[in-house]
């Protein structure tokens, strides 16, 4: 199939406008009748730069294509104010650590927060869609690791995880505890601290490698 670069934005165009899901150069290839990669990436970024301005973007997450609503006008099209799911500190904590060292996995994420982790607090994240199961690590015990979603970048606003802002930023922005602050935060009274479960107070579980 041959497509003039005029007539392959118009065929990419109406294939994401359709497409339940967003969608990767390469399938758009295979769509629209095995087209060169590099050429639908190239039209992609030329369709993307014609949607600057408009109301609707063609932007890309996580290297998947789709149209979405303009940030500046989103608020035109929310009927009713929103209901904010505020994240536990637990839960944030761990969302962070996961963004920027995935894939991890729950030993490795209470070694990194210095304490024991509940399930629940894993559970609340992926039920969100921003965290989910990556496969197990290849070492004894094989445990479950866990890595971000692209539904994560999408509600931050971020093309990849190179985004991610940096510690400089962070403590700029004043969403880092000063480093004595948060070591004493941490270890509270010297002993280990083991969170409640975010569903309801269950003990959580200690081993990893329990799903």
Not at 13 to 25: D, H, Y
Not at 143 to 162: C, D, K, M, Q, W
Not at 188 to 205: C, I, W
Request: glycine residues 8%; proline residues 5%; aromatic residues 4%.
């Amino acid at each position: 199939m041959s497509e003039r670069p005029a007539d392959l934005e118009r065929a990419i165009e109406a294939t994401l406008f359709a497409a339940e899901e967003p969608m990767t150069p390469e399938s758009l290839a295979g769509h629209l009748g095995d087209l060169a990669v590099p050429d639908v990436r190239q039209a992609l970024k030329a369709l993307a730069a014609r949607y600057q301005g408009h109301g609707v973007h063609l932007v890309e997450r996580d290297r998947r294509w789709h149209f979405q609503t303009a940030p500046d006008l989103a608020h035109l099209l929310r009927r009713e104010r929103e209901q904010v799911r505020r994240l536990s500190r637990a839960a944030t904590e761990v969302l962070a650590i996961v963004a920027y060292h995935e894939p991890v996995s729950r030993a490795e994420i209470e070694s990194i927060r210095g304490v024991q982790t509940s399930s629940g607090t894993l559970d609340v994240l992926m039920e969100a869609g921003w965290v989910r199961v990556a496969g197990r690590r290849e070492v004894p015990g094989r445990p479950v690791i866990y890595a971000t979603t692209a539904e994560f970048l999408a509600h931050f606003g971020l093309s990849s995880r190179r985004d991610l802002p940096g510690i400089d930023e962070l403590k700029a922005a004043g969403l880092l505890d000063p480093v004595d602050d948060a070591f004493d935060a941490l270890m509270g009274d010297g002993e280990d601290r083991v969170e409640e479960d975010e569903g309801g107070g269950n003990s959580p579980e200690t081993d990893d490698n329990k799903a």
